[in-house]
T-cell receptor
C-alpha cells in the first residue's frame, strides 16, 4: 500500500512568488492534515480536512495560505505571495476515521523563500 | 493550551550505550494521547507508539521502552543498546479527545546521533 506522498520534495522561490504544494493521502483515509516545521522549532499544526471539508483551520498563519481538498482526495496548499518566514518543511499526514489519532506522515516538502 | 517540551536538543552516544529522550507535556484535558515519532534522514515521520492517558503501564518493544508518568507529566523514551540506525530526530506529541481525529501538538524534537 502506498504511503502519503508529497510533491515537490523541494521548492525554492523568491519572495512574492506563489507556490503550490500537493499531498496525496493514503487511499481511503478521510482525515488529512497539514503541518509545518520552521527550522529548529516544533512541528506546528496548520489545518485538518475531513474528506473535502475543513474541520479545523486554527493553525493557518494568515490569509496568504489557502488549502483545498477537492473531492476529498488529494490536497493542495498554496502560499501567495510567499514571504521569507514561510520557509520550512511542510508535512502532510492522513488517517482513517477509526484510527484513534495515529497519523501517517509524508516525507514533507522543503520550502525555501529567498 | 497544550504544550510539549523536549528539553534535549541534541544527544550524542556511542553505539551500544543506552539513551533516554525526555518529554514533558502540559494539557488541561483529562483524556489525551501521547505519541513518539521518529524522523530518519529520509524525512518522513515514522510512528513509534501511542499511549492513552488512562494507561500508565510502561511499554517495551524490542530495544525501545517508554515510561509514562502522569504525576510528573512525562513520557520518556529509552533506547537500549543503541545502534547507528537509531540516529534520527525524535518527536514527542500530544493530542486531545481520544477516539476522534484531532491535531497533534509536537515538541521541538531531539536529534540523536549514534556513532561507532
Amino acid at each position: 500500500e502506498a504511503g502519503v506522498t508529497q510533491f515537490p520534495s523541494h521548492s525554492v522561490i523568491e519572495k512574492g512568488q506563489t507556490v503550490t504544494l500537493r499531498c496525496d493521502p493514503i487511499s481511503g483515509h478521510d482525515n488529512l492534515y497539514w503541518y509545518r516545521r520552521v527550522m529548529g522549532k516544533e512541528i506546528k499544526f496548520l489545518l485538518h480536512f475531513v474528506k473535502e471539508s475543513k474541520q479545523d483551520e486554527s493553525g493557518m498563519p494568515n490569509n496568504r495560505f489557502l488549502a483545498e481538498r477537492t473531492g476529498g482526495t488529494y490536497s493542495t496548499l498554496k502560499v501567495q505571495p510567499a514571504e521569507l518566514e514561510d520557509s520550512g518543511v511542510y508535512f502532510c499526514a492522513s488517517s482513517p476515521t477509526s484510527s484513534y489519532n495515529e497519523q501517517f506522515f509524508g516525507p514533507g516538502t522543503r520550502l525555501t523563500v529567498l | 493550551a497544550q504544550k510539549v517540551t523536549q528539553a534535549q536538543t541534541e544527544i550524542s552516544v556511542v553505539e551500544k550505550e543506552d539513551v533516554t529522550l525526555d518529554c514533558v507535556y502540559e494539557t488541561r484535558d483529562t483524556t489525551y494521547y501521547l505519541f513518539w515519532y521518529k524522523q530518519p534522514p529520509s524525512g518522513e515521520l515514522v510512528f513509534l507508539i501511542r499511549r492513552n492517558s488512562f494507561d500508565e503501564q510502561n511499554e517495551i518493544s524490542g530495544r525501545y521502552s517508554w515510561n509514562f508518568q502522569k504525576s510528573t507529566s512525562s513520557f520518556n523514551f529509552t533506547i537500549t543498546a543503541s545502534q547507528v540506525v537509531d540516529s534520527a530526530v525524535y518527536f514527542c506529541a500530544l493530542s486531545e479527545v481520544p477516539g476522534t481525529a484531532s491535531k497533534l501538538t509536537f515538541g521541538t524534537g531531539t536529534r540523536l546521533q549514534v556513532t561507532l
